[in-house]
């Protein structure tokens, strides 16, 4: 995911690694333009682990952030997808993406 996201650096995206924000700490975020990235592995599938992403969106979005989610499967075997899904969220939330 870290290769997908560096792509933007060129059109002003600024992403950080483990970012705490409140009680959470997200995998990727921009601070400036409020976007958060998160890349879910199997852990994510449980029960209580579906819960906590739902308390914690729910906590992230109130505070202003836009969250996207991946499946660990996607970031390793749909790169293009994941790329195209990240730019559409950078389009809507701040900044053109120039081709």
């Given amino acids: 995911m870290w290769d997908i996201l560096r ?3 060129g ?13 959470y700490v997200a995998d990727f975020a ?5 976007i958060i990235i998160e890349v879910d592995g199997d852990t994510h599938a449980t029960a209580s682990g579906i819960q906590h ?3 914690r969106d729910t906590f992230l979005r ?3 952030f836009h969250v996207t989610r991946f499946d660990n499967s996607d970031v ?6 994941v790329y195209l899904e990240i730019e559409a969220a950078l ?3 701040l900044i053109p993406v120039l081709p």
């Avoid at 921009?30 to 409020?34: D, I």
């Fill in 53 to 55: 992403d739902q308390d």
């Fill in 91 to 93: 389009q809507m939330r």
């Fill in 11 to 23: 059109r002003g995206a600024r992403f950080r690694r483990e970012t705490p924000i409140g009680p």
């Fill in 76 to 81: 390793i075997f749909s790169e293009e997808a």
């Fill in 62 to 64: 109130g505070q202003g």
């Fill in 30 to 34: 921009w601070l400036s333009a409020r």
């Fill in 7 to 9: 792509c933007f650096r």
